[in-house]
């Protein structure tokens, strides 16, 4: 009896490990990808790699994923050119692990879409535990980390994004017909994120998720991003850049940015538990519907901002959309010029400064914030408590 128990154990030990696929190249990764079943792993081969893009579309399962890792974290390292995606991951529980992107300088072309790792179409998988530090791009609103298409429940976590320039980090594409959903972005560390050099000082969010704001701010990403450190970003004005419905920040944490986290677009956000030290602001809200609770600020010009709109409501179709509807309550503001500023951008003029064609809006941004709640939040030290 003790024998045949070993020995059914034995063959459990056996069945419950994939097979491994060391791997050096393109090629010897495209064939290793073509045959994958649950539970195996791809293993890049520690070594400086050049000229890399490889794809893989396979299905793990939620017990067995498909792990593609370095042969030792950050030894496995991308750098060079970059003219297509190096990692393109769809189908389902693919996890990639350990990998180090240094260097790398990023060329838009017009039939590829030009990131480091993308998530596309791609569903329950997972970056995790991987580098991406001093990378370029040669246009504007390029991202280096990209969740794309039809997927839902893709993550980026536990990952550092350190000096890297005129780009955006992780970008979560919201399109008319295509939207991920439920994408998480947890434990992350963004930091020492110098300026961009694109006209309008637009183009460098640490995390966007949405792109169009004024035509597409309606629909619902459900995304959650929390958790995450952001040290030093000063990449443009927005370090978070939320243009969808229905996400969440939760527990995040700023230190020294130049910038803010920023509802440029979209309604019904939970802003939550995020903590905010020194550098340029806080929180800015347009839209509706959104929840600011129990974030904590010191240091700042300005700790939160409701701000003016061409337009308000849902409906109604402009370049930026009057906060209101919002609750602002148990935020604890400390040592800060305003706390509270009701009416940013009030009567600013945006004439000739986006195409009234695509985007049909009136240009003048008179709409003033009503109807949000602000109630229970503490401030202390601070010059203008509430400015209206």
Known sequence: MKILLVTLACLCVQVSFGKKYKVKTPGEFSK???????????????????????????????????????????????TGEVHQAVL???????????????????FKEKSANVVLIEMKAAKYCRVTDCVFTRNTVNAQFMPIVAVSGQ??????????????????????????????????????????????????????????IGQDPILLGNRYSYTTVR????????????????????????????????????????HECLIDSNSFEGGTGGIRVNGTTHTVTN??????????????????????????????????????????????????????DWTGKFDTRRYPSRTIQDIAPFNNEIAGNIIADTQTPVLQ
């Open 32 to 78: 290793a990808a073509a045959i994958v079943q649950p539970g195996d792993e791809i293993v890049i081969a520690n070594g400086s790699y050049q000229g890399w893009a490889a794809a893989v579309n396979s299905n793990g399962t939620v017990s067995k994923p498909i792990i593609i890792r370095a042969e030792s974290t950050g030894k496995a390292v991308f």
């Open 88 to 106: 393109e991951v769809t189908g389902s529980y693919i996890q990639v692990r350990g990998l180090k992107f240094e260097g790398c300088q990023l």
């Open 151 to 208: 997927g839902e429940h893709n993550r980026v976590d536990h990952c550092t994004f350190s000096g890297n320039f005129n780009n955006q980090e992780v970008q979560v594409r919201v399109g008319p017909n295509e939207v991920s959903l439920h994408t998480l972005i947890d434990h992350n560390t963004f930091m020492d994120k110098d300026s961009v050099t694109w006209k309008g000082n637009n183009g460098g969010e640490c995390v966007q």
């Open 227 to 266: 958790d995450n450190r952001f040290i030093r970003c000063n990449g443009e004005p927005e370090v978070i850049s939320n243009k969808a419905s229905g996400n969440k920040y939760i527990n995040n944490y700023f230190e020294d940015c130049h910038g803010e986290l920023v509802m440029r677009g979209g």
């Open 295 to 348: 974030n904590t600020f010191k240091g700042l010009p300005i700790a939160i901002r409701l701000m003016y709109g061409m337009a308000k409501g849902r409906a109604d179709t402009g370049f930026y959309i009057a906060a209101s509807d919002c609750i602002i309550k148990n935020n604890q503001i400390s040592h800060c010029i305003t706390g509270i500023l009701v009416g940013g951008s009030k009567n600013a």
